[in-house]
């Protein structure tokens, strides 16, 4: 079975945020560089006539930014108004459609993962959801998402979740906030479906998943979600995920951190029995 390449990780620290642009942010930097050196303008002096700093014109180049319409105009102004920059710009794309940029390195670790840790404290993990609750989730979004965007974000999400029924030899542990569940999002029926869902899916002797109380007097966890791998080398990886921004982290003594908080935390959540038990008393209550 083959398996996607995995970038090596940045050494002692975390990866790019914007990793693999996609072909189009590529090609459209690249032309924006050729038509630069064919002007003779160092990305410095570029960067003065457009009005954006040295940082941003390399990360356009690179396709590692996405150029905002002030960047093309000015750009397509200073170098000859021959229509390329402005043409195509309107078929720049950001890569893999439905997943943030900052989480493609991560789900391409999960791909070729020997195991998989997740605690979430604000929404159920994504391996996870129902189709219901994804796209309840996607309506609650803001800026709202257009139709197509929606769909997208759905369908990479299902995508995603075939990992769970093509790496049966991988262990999957997770750890989510009862509040999660109590929170209702989307309205009862969905609340219903997904909490079906979700008992459905830790079935399988490899997924493991355990709930955290509402009321309990221990957590070590209160500084956000988090999620652990192993690779098949047995080498370790984190992800740490906030608003607008997320970053794998590489770094053995931050990765043992974060390994020690969750080891403690499997302790204080619920057993998987007495897990699935608060789940069949929450979707009886519904």
Known sequence: MTTDHVEPAVPGGECEREPGPSDSLRT?????QALREHAGLSRVQFGEMVRFSKHTVESVELGRRMPDASFVERAEEALGNTGA??????????????????????????????????????LVPGLLQSEGYMRALCENDVPPLSD????????????????????????????????????????????????????????????????????????????????????PDGSWRGYA?????????????????????YARLRSQALTPNDSRGLLERMRGAL
């Open 241 to 261: 995920e906030g608003q607008e921004n997320g970053r794998l982290i590489a770094d053995p003594k931050q990765v043992s951190t974060l390994q020690m908080r």
């Open 85 to 122: 920059l402005r043409h195509s710009a309107r078929f720049l794309t950001r890569g893999e459609a439905g997943l943030a940029v900052w989480f493609r390195q991560w789900a391409k670790l999960e791909r070729v993962a020997v195991s998989l840790c997740t605690y979430e404290c604000r």
């Open 148 to 231: 197509e965007d929606l769909e997208a974000t759905v369908q990479a999400r299902l995508e995603r979740q075939r990992l769970l029924h093509e790496r049966p030899n991988t262990a999957f542990d997770f750890i989510v906030e009862e509040s999660v569940f109590m929170r209702r999002l989307g309205g009862a029926d969905v609340t219903r479906g997904l909490i079906d869902y979700v008992l459905d899916a830790v079935t399988p002797r490899n997924l493991t998943l355990q709930i955290m109380p509402a009321d309990s007097e221990y957590h070590s966890c209160t500084a956000g979600p988090l999620q652990l791998l192993e690779t």
């Open 28 to 32: 459209f930097g690249a032309v924006v």
